[in-house]
């Protein structure tokens, strides 16, 4: 019937299954991977391709205002060897001809805050020199090869600039001995230590190219790092002794009011152990607590309490504390402050508080009186019955021991833990040292060895129990001794919370009861509030007169400009008379 056509057919075409919405999530994927990829490929900040391997070192150029060795306190040796430096930088020809090879590295070594980076950019800019700076941990990066690639740019910059001057601070980031740990010798950091020793002392000469490194772990650098050819010099940054502190006080102080009383000799002899940065930062919270009382001077008072502050913390005069702790905390800071007072040779006391300071519920703070750099036996010895002075002064005086001396019986343990296995103080143990140096993860080992059997062991724990239980006993002798002493000292804590120096020693010699050094404060803090207000006034008068004569000044320069100044507010009158 199909084929005589008896049978009629009729149909629609089907619809189709594609449409713009069918085929939008992938447009939007697409969208989404390009925009990812354009990302990526401006990453860097200046739209070129593929800026990872850019280095992130900032450029500073001599422009006149560089600091340079007038602008460092102290460190007078470590100038004089960084001063070689700058002299072949400026005058190379005088080297060359003698045939003398400039050191092609310098590694400065210090404890935090000495000042390693500052005489760096000093170096530069005496030498005035284009001074590159960058930190250790910029090399490192999530993306294999990285690092290496950063080095090698760093170096290709500074050969277009040469002479200049590199800084690497804290090298030890990137320079860590190689093969430690679990990583093996393939990761990433270790390409970038590989990459900066060749570009250090490679095939290709860096003339005119110094590093200077900045580390305070040297302990843990490659060998490879160290040896003559790539840092051919350590220069040490110590803690500055006396005469350092003293010219680093006149430094952070130059351009700040201080009152007459303020003196940079006694402030060096009150801050020994301290960093230039610990000063910096001691002398702006001094400025603070002047700024706080609206003071126009800094004076002693605030200086003395920005060092406590510093050391201690904030007080904590808020806190509510039980009569029974107070009493407590009284007797064991006076108990320290006894055993210091009665042992010959002691540190003098400086401060006595019961006043809580950060996690101490009051502090005795003693003050050497010349800088060490060495500890005796008699020392050591003291130093532990100086920490044992509190806790064997509630043993007499309360009927109970307490939790705060739980710090004093560690640091006295570890005094006499370094004097039996470190420094060979025992007799019975004879001249051998016990104590190992090794640390975690320096390429060696996983742990610290000990290197003595469990037989010494058990010598040595006897030994640093004989050494505290002598000094627990002659602890206990002297404050019996001294008991009137310590009863005034306890009970004077008591009435004023806080004793200085002086007024410990007369108490101490009974010069002075607890009443008379009571009334003497309260007529002390009489004559400082009167001091403040007047301080006060005094301040607010001349910043009113400061006001009056910008406001006099601005309207003056306003009638010029024909602006005119009415109740504070500033109105500009332009040509067509708008306002």
Excluded at 430 to 453: A, H, I, K, M
Aim: glycine share 8%; net charge negative; with cysteine.
């Amino acid at each position: 019937m199909i084929e005589e056509n008896k049978i009629e057919l009729d149909s629609e075409p089907p619809k189709s299954e594609y449409s713009l919405l069918n085929i939008l999530p992938t447009i939007l994927m697409l969208a989404a991977m390009g925009f990812l990829f354009y990302f990526m490929m401006s990453q860097g900040g200046n739209k070129q391709a593929f800026q990872f391997g850019k280095n992130k070192a900032r450029l500073y150029k001599n422009d006149g205002k560089s600091i340079t060795f007038k602008d460092v306190a102290g460190l007078e040796e470590e100038k004089v060897e960084l001063s070689e430096i700058v002299d072949f930088l400026k005058n190379p020809t005088k080297y060359n001809k003698l045939g003398a090879r400039i050191p092609k590295g310098v590694l400065l070594v210090g404890q935090p805050g000495t000042g390693k980076t500052y005489i760096s950019r000093a170096t530069a800019g005496e030498a005035g020199v284009p001074f590159f700076t960058i930190s250790g941990s910029d090399f490192v990066e999530m993306f294999v090869g990285v690092g290496a690639s950063r080095v090698r740019d760093l170096f290709n910059e500074a050969k277009k600039n040469a002479p200049c001057i590199v800084f690497i601070d804290e090298i030890d980031a990137v320079g860590r001995r190689r093969g430690a740990g679990l990583g093996g010798g393939n990761d990433e950091r270790e390409q970038t230590l590989n990459q900066l020793l060749v570009e250090m002392d490679g095939f290709d000469d860096n003339l005119g190219i110094i590093i200077l490194a900045a580390t305070n772990r040297p302990d843990v650098l490659d060998p490879a790092l160290l040896r003559p050819g790539r840092f051919d010099r350590q220069v040490v940054i110590g803690m500055p002794d006396i005469k350092g502190r003293e010219e680093i006080f006149r430094l952070y102080t130059k351009n700040k009011p201080l009152d007459d009383d303020v003196s940079p000799e006694i402030l060096a002899k009150r801050t020994p152990g301290f960093s230039p940065a610990d000063i910096e930062n001691l002398i702006n919270e001094a400025a603070l607590l002047t700024a706080r009382r609206n003071g126009t001077k800094i004076r002693m008072d605030e200086i003395e309490e920005a060092t406590t502050k510093v050391m201690a913390g904030p007080q904590k005069k808020s806190r509510v504390i039980s009569e029974t702790e107070r009493k407590l905390t009284a007797y064991h800071e006076a108990g320290h402050a006894i055993v210091m007072r009665a042992i010959p040779g002691s540190d003098p006391v400086h401060q006595i508080t019961i006043i809580p300071r950060g996690m101490a519920g009051g502090f005795t703070m003693w003050l050497p009186e010349e800088d060490r750099f060495f500890e005796t036996k008699g020392h050591m010895y003291n130093n532990i019955k100086h920490l044992l002075g509190g806790r064997v002064a509630e043993e007499l005086k309360l009927d109970d021991i307490s939790t705060g001396a739980s710090n004093d019986l560690e640091r006295a343990t570890a005094i006499a833990r370094e004097m039996i296995t470190r420094y060979g103080f025992s007799e019975k143990l004879g001249l051998v040292s016990f104590s190992s140096n090794d640390e975690v993860f320096l390429g060696r080992d996983f742990s610290t060895r000990q290197n003595y059997s469990e037989e010494i062991a058990s010598e040595v724990d006897r030994e640093i129990r004989r050494v505290l239980d002598e000094c627990h006993a002659e602890t206990t002798r002297i404050l019996k001794e001294h008991d009137d002493a310590f009863e005034r000292v306890a009970q004077a804590l008591l009435l004023v919370e806080t004793l200085d120096g002086e007024q410990f020693e007369r108490l101490f010699t009974g010069e002075a009861t607890p009443e008379s050094i009571q009334a003497e404060i309260e007529s002390e803090n009489k004559e400082i509030a009167e001091k403040n207000k007047k301080e006060a006034e005094e301040s607010a008068r001349i910043e009113a007169e400061e006001k009056l004569k910008m406001m006099e000044k601005l309207e003056k320069e306003n009638s010029q400009n024909n602006l005119k100044a009415e109740d504070g507010v500033v109105i500009f009158d332009d040509e067509e008379g708008k306002k």
